[in-house]
């Protein structure tokens, strides 16, 4: 049910109003890996999967929100929101509202109906494209109209404080800013960002293992402490380090014996990735896809031996990739331990290449693989 048109009639069915609807994607992530958090790079595309969000005032001050997607339908005061989320799918929307809420806006009841197609789990940001397309809805109701940038921050916020998931910027920023067409190369630091065309030769072959991804599990929140760990040790040495990208290589020779083993590999897993993700980001610019590949290739090994963060089956789709004809680049994209790969692959070769992988998975892993040819897409937008 992508489509708007069948959203609209679920909500005038449900609710008897007529609802403005709004759409956020989900992402795949070229390159750029557990680095936002570090105030690096990433750079991602937003992808033709998305969450649809249709909104309608209310005159009873209740807040009542209807996903579509869990068939269940969840009632609030407006007047009196939780201030912290339960576990819940509603903890999504509610935490945007939450947050839009402590910036001094006043919250007036509405009915909120929501479907999405990203695939839940499958590290595609399914919970930032929730968010994005709830920010815009709700925004459109108390009359706010923030910049994407800052929709995004907001949008983070009620992921770190209200739903309890330590995430970085990334997945919203991408939903909220992404162009047709376009990766976007983001500096996590300030938020400026460049946008780079993606040839109209090549596609995205998302490729899911079928293991499940969670940003609010233990491993996520894990690596981010060893990140921490060691930034902190190299900032005893270099004051003006304050996140792993003011870091270098030369600073994990020098101290790296100072940290645990495992900080010093998740360091330099997330410097070397600074590095590539800009470099990828030329290579793009100028065409070099065979560079581009190569980056990927590196980025790939780089996150699973020394950050350690994929897993059997997100190994073997990528290493079953390599032969195949018309891959550019292939490596597991997203918060990891499970989720999807991202293959670059010749448009022409795209759908032999997913046949081809997914017989290859099939065989090894003994789990059919969804495999999904998409492009990039626009981010957050009105829709009717
Ligand atoms: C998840 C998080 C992002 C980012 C990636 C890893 O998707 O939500 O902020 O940290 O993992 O690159």
New binding site residues.
């Given amino acids: 049910m992508h489509d708007p048109a069948s959203l609209r009639t679920l909500h005038v069915n449900r609710f008897q109003a007529e609802p403005a609807i709004f759409v956020a994607p989900g992402r795949v ?1 070229l390159i ?6 570090a105030e690096g790079f ?1 750079m991602p595309a937003a992808i033709d999967f998305a969450t649809l969000a249709a909104i309608s005032p209310r005159a009873d001050g209740k807040i009542v929100v209807y996903s579509e997607n869990f068939k269940e339908e969840k009632t609030y005061d407006a007047a009196a929101l939780p201030p912290k989320g339960s576990k819940h799918w509603s903890d999504y929307p509610m935490g945007v509202v939450s947050i839009l809420a402590g910036e001094g806006h006043a919250i007036p009841g509405f009915s909120l109906s929501l479907w999405g197609d990203v695939p839940l789990g499958s ?1 595609l ?1 399914s919970s ?1 494209a929730i968010e994005v397309a709830t920010a815009l809805a709700v925004s459109s109701v108390i009359g706010a109209n923030y910049p994407g940038p800052v929709l995004a921050r907001l949008c983070q916020r009620a992921e770190n404080e209200f739903v309890g ?1 330590n ?5 919203q920023f991408i939903s909220a800013n992404g162009a047709e067409d376009h990766a976007l190369l983001l500096d996590c630091r300030d938020l400026s960002f460049k946008l780079a065309p993606i040839p109209a030769s090549v596609a995205l072959v998302i490729a899911n293992t079928m293991v499940k991804h969670s ?1 609010a599990g233990g491993e ?1 929140s894990t690596r981010r402490a060893e990140v921490e760990e060691a930034c902190a040790v190299i900032a005893q040495h270099r004051p003006e380090v304050r996140f792993l990208r003011d870091a270098t290589v030369s600073d994990l020779e020098k101290w790296g014996g100072e940290m645990s083993p495992n900080a010093l590999k998740r360091a330099r897993h997330v410097i070397t990735e600074n590095l590539r993700t800009v470099a990828a980001a030329e290579a793009l610019l100028n065409h070099d896809m065979a560079e581009l590949g190569r980056l990927m290739a590196e980025a790939h090994v780089s996150y699973s031996r020394d950050f350690e963060g994929s897993c059997v089956e997100a190994d073997a789709m990528v290493a079953l990739a390599q032969d195949l004809p018309g891959l550019i680049g292939a490596r597991l994209t ?3 331990f499970g989720g999807c790969t991202i293959n670059l692959v010749e448009k022409d070769q795209a759908h032999a290449f997913a046949e081809a992988l997914a017989a290859r998975y099939t065989t090894e892993i003994g789990i059919v693989p969804q495999i999904h040819i998409c492009h990039a897409s626009n981010g957050a937008h009105k829709v009717n």
Avoid: F, L, P, R
Avoid at 32 to 37: A, I, K, L, P, V
Avoid at 167 to 171: A, F, L, Q
């Fill in positions: 992530n750029g890996e557990h680095t936002d958090y990433v590290g940001s930032a998931a995430c970085g910027i990334m997945d940003v996520y997203g918060g990891g």
